[in-house]
Structure formats: structure tokens, C-alpha cells
């Protein structure tokens, strides 16, 4: 039986490292039809895991995160002249 805090949206936010960089990134648990738990990022688009156990999903998520944010040197491109520059937040 669920404990009825999780009967509703549980928000949790968590740091995350990210080559050697720290964010605080918010996600967003919610209890599944299937059981376990479904789990997103309303602040990246479509980064979304789910776990059978609330730790399970927040380590799945925080793998996701990790992926989503994956710098993809191969696919940027830039006009000739332009600066790329990494903030550190």
C-alpha cells in the first residue's frame, strides 16, 4: 500500500553532476497505473523515466538528466565567426 504523500505529485529537487558541474534540476514523481513510479523533468522536454521504487526512479532519472544534457559536440553547428562559450550554473 502506498503512503498517501505519495498519493499526489511529489516534487524533489535534487543536484545533479554533470561533468563536474552542479545544477539543481526539479522533477516531478508520479505514482503509475502499472505501479512503481513515472518521473520527469518539466524543465527538459521529454526527459522522462520511470522505476519500480522512488529510489530506483530518481537514479533512472538522474541517468536520464545526465544523457539529456550530454553535450553533442558532433551535432552542433555554427555559422563561421560564432563564439561557443559553457556557462557553469
Known sequence: MR???YAVRSRIIFKI??????MKIKVVLEPSD??????????LPGCI???ETLEEALDNIQE???LYLEPLEDELSVTEGAIVRELVM
Do not use: D, K, R
Not at 553532476?17 to 552542479?22: F, K, L, R, W
Not at 502499472?34 to 524543465?43: A, F, I, K, L
Open 64 to 66: 536520464a538528466i545526465e
Open 49 to 51: 523515466s520511470e522505476g
Open 34 to 43: 502499472e505501479g512503481g513510479y513515472t518521473v520527469y523533468v518539466p524543465s
Open 17 to 22: 553532476n554533470v561533468q563536474s558541474q552542479i
Open 3 to 5: 503512503s498517501p504523500f
